[in-house]
Structure formats: C-alpha cells, structure tokens
Nanobody, 116 residues
Framework: QVQLVESGGGLVQPGGSLRLSCAASGFSVSGSAMSWYRQAPGKGRELVAVISSAGSRTMYVDSVKGRFTVSRDNAKNTFYLQMSMLTYDDTAVYFC?????????WGQGTQVTVSS
C-alpha cells in the first residue's frame, strides 16, 4: 500500500527556513519521480519542485528558485523540500506527490505559515 506522509510544516517568520519531509512507504523513492505542490488559501494547487527518478534532475517554479531545494534520502525512503528566505507568499499547505506504476499518490499535506 503506497502512502506518503508529510511533516515539518509550521509557523515561521519572514526570512526564516523550514525543511519539509515526505516519508514514503509501499514503494521506493529511489525509482520514482517525486514532486512538491502547494495550495495557498483561495488558490489552486501549484507545482513547486520536482526531482527526477534518478535524482539527477530537479525543476523549480520561478518563484522559489534559489530559495528552495528538493532532495531525497533513499536509505530513509524520504524526500525533502528545504525552504529558505521564506516570504508571506510561501504560506500554503504543501503536498508531496508520487507517480507509482502509473497511479498518482498524494500526501495529506502540511501547513506552512509565514508570519511575523
């Protein structure tokens, strides 16, 4: 059974940092492309970052380039989103997504709130 569980969200001041984790079970992250999305209040879900199945390629939405880094730890079967220089516009629920044997799986989301 494929399952994704996000953690690491919380309240942070502008300019601060957080690291989100997405713990996977039921499949190996080392062979899967993984993505982070976010959904701000009143807005649609937005793709934030992608890491390829081999881990050699990453992609970021322009608004987070240079501030966010996606990575994975195959031994822990977990992938991460390191976020720095956070702004109010980064406030959202963050979701991880995996495509496993043609089916799409989502985590439950973790809230990130940037506020002074």
């Amino acid at each position: 059974q494929v399952q994704l569980v996000e953690s690491g969200g919380g309240l942070v001041q502008p300019g601060g940092s957080l690291r989100l984790s997405c713990a996977a079970s039921g499949f190996s992250v080392s062979g899967s492309a993984m993505s982070w999305y976010r959904q701000a209040p009143g807005k649609g879900r937005e793709l934030v970052a992608v890491i390829s199945s081999a881990g050699s390629r990453t992609m970021y939405v322009d608004s987070v380039k240079g501030r966010f880094t996606v990575s994975r730890d195959n031994a822990k079967n977990t992938f991460y989103l390191q976020m720095s220089m956070l702004t109010y516009d980064d406030t959202a629920v963050y979701f991880c997504k995996a495509i496993v044997t043609g089916s799409t799986y989502w985590g439950q989301g973790t809230q990130v709130t940037v506020s002074s």
